[in-house]
């Protein structure tokens, strides 16, 4: 705290005044922080599900001894999805209801604008929308490379590409308010301008904006979510089409090797002659040996009565 008088003397400020200045500080610091990280849960859920989740299980081979067992591919990708899921939506849906509890109408000065990229994120369904985005994105790029190193690096980059897209076009996710006056044209501060002209019609200047109101929050958060819902479904389906797949990449068998004709090669066992041996034969047309055993002696005890009666 810096220095201050009650009351204000000699050019120090009051400490009442400057206990206020440094308790929304502090106030807005938090807001800060809580919205960058609802805003950016995506990259770090995206990393983990690609390199921890999937990646690492599949290098591993953990994977395939689970597969070996009672679990089949498909019910093993679900469970490794579904507990993360339900844990993101509860979680990060909580913290999105803190975030509107402690933002509730304070001061577009402390708070931020509803507009800005992290409060907009933030405060609504879209943070949600994100992170099970991001989990998806990671399950499928585990599934595809394989690697746990490269499978994080290939989801963070799709979670950073699918972000900044959204985020580039956000403004055009819902129809916008044009407004046209003569003279200068003042919008509040509470809306979302997309663009701004000065005509000139007749010799008489126009002012004419496109933007959005703040009535316009949740349409777009709506439009938003359903958009990352959507890719959240696509990857997730997409990963368990690869997964049932009986490709031998994933499930541990070598593939068919494939000639010039597409068509896949035999995989009967080949000689050195270049024939298939015979089940009677060696290699080559070398006859098999027969099998030896061992000799084993037997005697019989045979009284002569019965010897008697043989020889008649």
Known sequence: MSACATPPTD?????????????????????????????????????WAGGALIGRELENGTARLAWTQSVSPLRWLA?????????????????VLLNDWARGDGNPNLVGDWYDPDAFVS???????????????????????????????????????????????????????????AGTLELPRSAFQVTWADPTRHGVRLSRATFHPESHF?????????????????????AFVLLARPWGTLRGVRPALRGHSGRAASRAPSTACGQPPRPLTRPCGRPRAAPRYPAR????????????????
């Open 11 to 47: 050019g120090l400020p009051s400490c009442a005044a400057v206990e206020a200045i440094t308790a929304d500080e502090t106030y807005a610091n938090g807001i800060a922080t809580l919205a960058d990280a609802l805003s950016l849960v995506m990259f770090p859920v995206a990393a």
């Open 79 to 95: 469970a490794k999805l579904a507990v993360p899921a339900l844990l993101l939506t509860a979680g990060t849906g909580g913290l």
């Open 218 to 238: 949740w349409p777009l958060q709506y439009v938003e979510t359903g958009l990352l819902l959507a890719v959240a479904g696509t990857a997730t389906a997409a």
């Open 123 to 181: 405060t609504g369904p879209v943070a949600v929308g994100y992170a099970l985005a991001g989990l998806a994105l990671g399950a499928l790029a585990g599934l595809v490379w394989r690697r746990a190193l490269h499978a994080a690096g290939a989801a963070l980059a799709a979670s950073l590409l699918l972000h900044s897209v959204l985020e580039r076009y956000r403004e055009s996710l819902w129809p916008a308010v044009t407004r046209t006056e």
């Open 297 to 312: 002696h037997v005697s019989v005890t045979i009284d002569s009565d019965e010897l008697a009666k043989l020889g008649q």
